[in-house]
């Protein structure tokens, strides 16, 4: 194993330091946590998210004006504690209450809603939206239900720029459930991840082979096939997740979600691809994202996300200005 690190046991510790001293404009650490905020505080809804650690730039790199007011994190794909988490919502309450936006693994659920529930006898009100967007499988490692990927990023960035123009708690639990009943995404691995302290990769692919449906953990996909071209591998995914909608869309928003080790170069060309292949379905694209967003350590491979826009403003929310990271 090669990795830029110093002692496996710190690395969440030591990046989350490198994040808050590269861009102390936008955000800070909460002293002796895993809580990152960000710097401007506005009198709204505060939006807080999070997870394991390993899919950089999720989910710190989305806090900022115009998308998540704090993120919270866990070691290398293990949910942050509800102690943590609580703190997360303290931070983000402004006196509107605070919106939870999670990824539907067990853990992730069960550490929450513990912490909404603390929070909420401190009379702090807490909602939460789960994220469950990704259609490949169900009921897999981890997770009762589909897993929450990348087009996790897409709910913070609409339920951001809502939260900001004063939108109220319950509204925007109710927009969050609607935009993630239109978001589908399935992701394909050339290769495994290597979560540091384990010292080698989560499974094994042989030169030639392929997995559908792997997920952001690792978890099992639904097929194995030998290498195919990027052409190939568009004309599937967008095929399998076309077939989770009960109408065709007309008009969806696409976002190519590098794994971690996938070159851009790798996915332009996938874009492309895909792009092809909606162009041919007579689908139009109003909204474009490429780019590692939602990573899975040093996974090699890409996961699409198709997200059918069936109201304007979500594609005006997706093109607000917002200061972040990563966005």
């Not at 789960?130 to 609409?158: P, Q």
């Amino acid at each position: 194993m090669k990795k830029i690190i110093n002692d496996p046991s710190m690395i969440v510790d030591e990046m989350l330091h490198g994040i808050v001293k590269s861009y102390p404009e936008i955000l800070h650490q909460v002293e002796e946590s895993r809580v990152v905020v960000k710097n401007k505080r506005n009198k709204q809804v505060g939006l807080v998210s999070g997870g394991g650690s390993g899919h950089e730039p999720a989910h710190a790199g989305f806090v900022g004006d115009g998308m998540l007011s704090a993120a919270v994190l866990g070691d290398v794909f293990t949910s942050p504690t509800p102690d943590q988490i609580e703190i997360a919502i303290k931070e983000a309450n402004q006196g509107a209450g605070v919106l939870l936006i999670v990824k539907n693994y067990t853990g992730d659920i069960l550490n929450f809603e513990m912490a909404k529930d603390m929070a909420e006898l401190e009379n702090i009100p807490v909602e939460m939206v789960i994220v469950d967007d990704d259609v490949a499988v169900e009921n897999s490692t981890y997770t009762a239900g589909k897993r929450g990927v990348a087009g996790t990023v897409l709910v913070h960035k609409i339920l951001g720029d809502a939260a900001r123009t004063g939108l109220s708690l319950m509204n925007l639990k109710a927009l969050g459930e609607k935009i993630v009943a239109e978001i589908k995404t399935i992701g394909v691995a050339l290769s495994a991840a290597t979560v540091p302290e384990v010292g080698k990769p989560g499974f094994v692919l042989s030169e030639d082979e392929i997995e559908f449906g792997v997920g952001i953990h690792g978890e099992p996909g639904y097929r194995l096939e030998k290498m195919q071209t990027s052409k190939e591998m568009a004309q599937e995914l967008v095929s399998k997740i076309l077939t989770q909608y009960s109408q065709k869309p007309s008009e969806v928003g696409v976002l190519v979600n590098g794994m971690g080790a996938t070159p851009l170069m790798e996915q332009f060309i996938f874009m492309n691809d895909v792009l092809t292949v909606l162009a041919q379905q007579s689908i139009t694209v109003t909204f474009h994202k490429v780019g590692n967003y939602m990573t899975s350590i040093d996974m090699a491979g890409v996961s699409l996300t198709l997200f059918n826009v069936t109201d304007s403003s979500w594609l005006t929310a997706l093109n607000s200005e917002v200061n972040t990271i990563s966005w």
